[in-house]
């Protein structure tokens, strides 16, 4: 699974992006998409995840502001709504795809390249 970030960019405080991730390659067995990111000087933290079902969850920090979905069930795309953007939402984000393991309840997971969101106040 090949994973690519894009849609970053600079906005001010209270501004939104928009950001997208495009899975290529073993997208049929895909079945958990997220977004993460990572601060200067901090571990890289989850910020929302959708199911090929559609069952969105978000960390708190972000929830009512962020909104992930699907571009269609079949592509496995995915977008991060980043709405009233603060400047402690500056980051490069990350996403990632989950596979399930034969054993129940296990996924690999495969990640991509970042994108970097700036939000000046």
């Known amino acids: 699974v090949q994973l690519q970030a894009s849609g970053g960019g600079i906005a001010q405080a209270g501004g939104s992006l928009r950001l997208f991730c495009a899975a290529s390659?073993?997208?049929?067995?895909?079945?958990?998409m997220g977004w993460y990111r990572q601060a200067p000087g901090k571990q890289r933290e989850f910020v929302a995840s959708?199911?090929?079902?559609?069952?969105?969850?978000y960390s708190d920090s972000v929830k009512g502001r962020f909104t992930i979905s699907r571009d269609n069930s079949a592509n496995k795309n995915t977008f991060l709504e980043i709405n009233v953007a603060q400047p402690e939402d500056t980051a490069v984000y990350y996403c990632?795809?989950?596979?399930?393991?034969?054993?129940?309840?296990?996924?690999?997971?495969?990640w991509g390249g970042g994108t970097q969101v700036t939000v000046s106040s």
């Open positions: 990632n795809a989950g596979i399930p393991r034969k054993v129940a309840g296990m996924r690999d997971f495969y």
């Open positions: 390659g073993r997208i049929f067995d895909i079945d958990l």
């Open positions: 959708i199911t090929t079902r559609g069952v969105t969850n």
